[in-house]
């Protein structure tokens, strides 16, 4: 019997498991083989196009393109607003290790001022480390050249072409045209609500007040883009491909330019504001506030030391006093009173009244400003001589309520909605506004009195600049009331098309014709025999107009003498007109901060404006005060 231990048994043992190790590694190496071929399918094949985009996003950088910001001119063609190309020197903060020190070595090579430092700086607290920031702008050839040469020396520097907005005629029209500045957070919501942060990808600017604020989007244009290859430094090598950006839209405007000028030169050193509106059409030929600012100074980011001169200024030159100053009317007030009795049947033209040179209501005496008074006065004489017993006694008879709702179907008290941001309401008195304004029981009831001094302009009564122009118009233009704007029409820059900005009728009036005549007619009287004829002597035309002084604090029967008072508590002066008297061209409203009487101070501004817009007539220098003394002043 054979031994079952026997070396032949042990050599076929040791065999099979020689042949198992061979088959197991061959499986493995073929296992590991069909893995690596099925990886190599799955990368070259199956996700071909997610590596190749990968490879190409590694290689290619897609840089925005700015479009051209859209121009602004006036409706003649005057340009208010452009663009120029200029090179500016910046730095991307993070990519710095010391600040300090690389802006401390740049100056050694390229002036850097200790203004372009603060600048600099303040951008810094408001922008995020890796935007690129400028730290001085317009290069020069030479210092781009200088740059260029040591640019290996400054990682995270660099010189870039950038768009700067210029407002070529500084300050003229500046409340108007806003200005632009550096996009903030609030900016940046702005965008996103809108939906265009795409279109904003490389854009630094953004309108902040003004048309350029209103008009952003019409403005701004369409960013373009540029696919370049870079290399591992990053450094662009060639450009790939272009989508070239398309400009911003212009916008032709209503103003005119030269009369706006022309404004803004006759009220000199003066506070103020004038609105002129196209009765027509709404179009506001001229949008004055003074004093006004450089849009300018914005337009690189505003240097501190500019700011606190503008922000901290007495004159306020900021503020849009056209738009946001809120005034009370003073005897401006009157025309409208007037046509609001003839409406509502409380006066005819032919009614009169005996004025004693004061009007008697519960025991108070509400003094006219002539003493003894203007004797027998009817609508015409009213207006003319501006008889303030008249109206108090007007006030009284129509009561608060239909003096209320007439007003505000003039648009007093109310947004005209003109095309800029930041509009005041003004206040238009009532019970009901009484109510909503005052928080105590005793504080929130009208009493009868207080309707007797809003009759001619005072009491709560508080208007725009822009309110007396619209309603002015609508009077001109024989109750037809337009929406007043400053945008004519807008021009597609891709495809050079109109689009015309309609006039936007608010409302019809319903107006009897003979009222608006009435009316019409005793203003006319203003300019030729009452309070506005020495402003206009010699006009070589006929207009219509009414002065208005409005006090800034109760004299409690004393007489006001402005030469006793410090200037701040001057009355304010106003005057509204419009021209000419038979086919209106032109409507307007002029106040004068402290200017004391409208005759002396605002009528002399209307006049000159007047002048210009109806005979061509340039004036020289700002426009002189009236020197009638006080006692016979009557407004």
Known sequence: MRNRHSPSNNQDSELDRFRFRIAFAASAVVLAFAILIGRFVFLQIMQHDYYTTRAEDNRISLVPIAPNRGVILDRNGTVMARNYSAFTLEITPSKIENLDETIDDLGKLIEILPKDRRRFRKLLEESKSFESLPIRNRLSDQEVARFAANRYLFPGVEVKARLFRQYPLGSIASHALGYINRINKADLETIEKNEQEANYKGTDH???TGLEQKYEFQLHGETGYEEVEIDSGGRAVRSLSRTAPVSGNNLTLTLDMRLQEITEQA???????????????????????????????????????DWDLLNNSPDRPMVNRALNGAYPPGSTFKPFMALAALEMGKRTPSQTISDPGYYNFGGHHFRDDKKGGHGTVDMYKSIVASCDTYYYMLANDMGIDNIARFMGSIGLGKKTGVDIEGESEGVLPSPEWKKHRFKHLEQQKWYAGETISIGIGQGYNAYTPIQLAQAMAAVANNGVMYRPHLVRYITDTKTGEKTMIEPEPLRTLPWKQQNIETIKKAMVGVNKEGTGSRAFAGAGYESGGKTGTAQLFSLKGAE???????????????????APADNPKIALAVLVENGGFGAQSAAPIARMVLDYYLLGKLPKGAAKEDDTPEEEVEE
């Open 267 to 305: 009220f000199g050193d003066r506070r103020g504001a004038l609105v002129a509106i196209e009765p027509s059409t709404g179009g506001i030929l001229a949008l004055v506030s003074t004093p006004t600012f450089d849009p300018n100074l914005f337009v690189d980011g505003i240097r501190t030391e």
């Open 206 to 208: 953004i309108g902040k």
């Open 560 to 578: 006001y003498r402005a030469g006793k008072l410090k200037k701040e508590l001057h009355d304010h002066a106003l005057f509204i007109a419009f």
